[in-house]
């Protein structure tokens, strides 16, 4: 009909469709351009040049790159041809119809198979169509011991920032990227399995393959990169999004990330170093891994010190569901991270609002940093509780299963402090608070220190015959940790252990209740190497204790041989100040006087 012509495999409607030419005259530092669009009018630069025309973005191919311009009824080459060696998004822009599509009847699926880059700020708007991508290989190596190319469906370069949106419904960016095997495959041969473990899940995708890859190929940002999502879906094969260091990332409501075989948002290594000075806030939406994943749907890699990445969940659901729905066994090494966020670099997380993290293994596991919880709900839905017991593998990796939060010291040994407050704040799993030692740190580590000034603490593992609670509210199986209870509901025992799950002696571990309500025991235990638990006395030499000072404990009788001098336990479990006590610090106050 004269409005469409065919040019390198490109099919283009003319009449909302059209190629801007940017000539460049001059040398050096003399050059200059002009626009088919501008007219004569000069620029000094071709980023100029490109915003002052409007120019959307530009496509490349072995004939070189054409820019185009696009007006609010713009409709798409076909980029998904052969030919395509570059695309760049260059100005806002909306989509109007799919890119690529889903195989059907009859249909074959096509996808761009071309990476997109961003290098500024620019807004993409999917309109609810849906872009499908394989993305492009890129053969820069991005890991200090691993040769591997990195792919993705959207590059946005160090100094670049998308802002996602979708005006319609259902807008989705589909990448369809799956390693191969030779990168998905785990070397085991270095793994000793001499005491009968089995490897499970040893199949984990390369996580920096990702449907928005922010910032250098290597990681390291300069300047900066930020992503934020106000709409629509991301759905990958391999990880959604992975970061850099000096990666800014917002997640609104009503947005959903989501990967098959890897991490939904992954802040990846450096090259020699730990991801830091990210920052990631979740406002609502939905981020989950499931399928044949292994990962979590966030992850913090990296075991340096140095500057945090934060992680800042103020609403919206985490959740990972484990690929094969496994009960958790300490005799298996589950390569990976089967939790709901992995922390394993040193990291801020602050949990508030209304977040849900959810997970069939552990929640939450922080192995370096920090972890403040004013709100929301942390749950494992595993019905029993074990942690890695074997091998030097575990220095690396999920190290517990069954708990809504564990706190694991890396080998590191860096200080960790966590404070758990709220009334509305709710944490529940097999065991709901455990702090553990799996890698073998001493009383040398850096001290692992909680408050519990409010919130719900609950054992969901089951009871004995008698009723008696078998899992815990608080667990302290680490070397150097303090753990104090000023308030609060704990529904599951208090335990501080003597021994670690590997049978090693503990030093320096004392847990303080002074207040809140504890439906429980609390007890000090001894573990041996079968995993089988006794109670125990409390170990001045090795400073193991549990002082209870204030509060109410159900178990009266566990928790009368742990009352801290000055203090009385009624019947009924109510701890109060002795009159004794009382009387004496009465007289010393008058005697100051």
Same mark, same amino acid.
């Given at each position: ?238 990880? @959604?999004?992975? @970061? ?187 065991? @709901? ?122 178990? @009266? ?37």
């Amino acid at each position: 009909d004269g409005k469409k012509f065919l040019q390198d495999n490109f099919a283009f409607d003319l009449q909302r469709f059209a190629s801007v030419t940017i000539t460049e005259t001059g040398e050096n530092e003399n050059k200059k351009y002009t626009t088919s669009k501008t007219g004569e009018t000069q620029y000094d630069s071709l980023e100029e040049a490109i915003s002052e025309a409007g120019i959307k973005f530009s496509v490349t191919t072995g004939s070189g790159t054409t820019y185009y311009d696009a007006d609010s009824d713009f409709t798409y080459a076909n980029l998904t041809a052969t030919g395509v060696s570059g695309i760049e998004i260059l100005g806002n822009l909306t989509l109007q119809e799919d890119i690529g599509n889903a195989a059907s009847d009859g249909v074959e699926a096509t996808a761009l198979s071309t990476t997109i880059t961003i290098n500024k700020n620019v807004t993409l708007d999917l309109n609810g169509h849906k872009l499908y991508s394989a993305g492009q290989d890129d053969t820069n190596n991005i890991s200090a011991n691993v040769s591997r190319k990195f792919n993705a469906a959207i590059w946005v370069k160090d100094g670049g920032n998308l802002t996602l949106d979708d005006s319609g419904s259902n807008g989705q960016i589909i990448y369809t990227y799956n390693p191969n095997a030779s990168d998905k495959t785990f070397d085991s041969s270095n793994l000793d399995t001499s005491d009968n473990r089995t490897i499970v899940n040893s199949i984990k995708s390369v996580r920096e393959n990702a449907a928005i890859k922010l910032g250098a190929s290597n990681n390291n940002n300069i300047i900066g990169v930020g992503f934020t999502m106000n709409g629509g879906t991301i759905t990958a094969e391999s990880s @959604a999004v992975s @970061a850099g260091n000096n990666s800014t990332i917002l997640i609104q409501d009503g947005c959903t990330i989501e990967s098959n075989q890897s991490c939904g948002i992954y802040f990846g290594n450096v090259v020699g170093t730990e991801n830091v000075n990210s920052v990631l806030t979740m406002k609502g939406g939905t981020i989950r891994t499931k399928g044949n994943s292994n990962l979590p749907p966030i992850q913090v890699s990296g075991t340096l010190t140095g500057n945090s990445t934060t992680l800042n969940i103020e609403g919206g659901t985490i959740e990972f569901t484990n690929k094969d729905n496994l009960v958790p066994d300490p005799k298996k090494v589950y390569k990976g991270n089967p939790d709901a966020i992995y922390a394993g670099g040193n990291t801020i997380l602050n949990v508030s609002g209304n977040a849900n993290i959810t997970s069939t293994i552990t929640a939450i596991e922080l192995r370096n940093g920090e972890l403040n919880v004013t709100g929301g709900t942390i749950k494992s839905t595993a019905e029993t509780y074990s942690t890695a017991t074997g091998g030097s593998e575990t220095s690396s990796g999920g190290q517990t299963f069954g708990v809504a939060i564990s706190i694991a010291q890396h080998t590191t040994k860096e200080a960790i402090n966590v404070n758990i407050s709220g009334d509305s704040t709710n944490i529940e799993g097999p065991n @709901a608070l455990a702090v553990v030692n799996s890698v073998g740190n001493g009383a040398d580590a850096g001290k692992v220190a909680a408050t519990i000034d409010g919130g719900n603490l609950k054992s969901t593992e089951a009871t004995t015959s008698a009723g008696d609670k078998l899992g815990n509210a608080i667990l302290a199986d680490q070397a150097n940790v303090s753990i104090t209870v000023n308030n609060g509901n704990l529904d599951g025992n208090v335990t501080v252990a003597k021994t670690t799950a590997k049978g090693e002696a503990i030093q320096d571990a004392t847990v303080v209740v002074a207040g809140g309500t504890t439906t429980g025991k609390v007890e000090v235990i001894s573990t041996d190497t079968s995993g089988n638990t006794t109670e125990v006395d409390e170990d001045s030499d090795d400073n193991i204790s549990i002082q209870v000072m204030g509060g109410k404990i159900t178990d @009266a009788t566990s928790a009368s041989k742990y009352v801290a001098d000055g203090s009385d336990i009624s019947s009924d479990g109510t701890v109060t100040e002795s009159t004794l006590n009382g009387w004496a610090a009465k007289i010393s106050s008058l005697a100051g006087n």
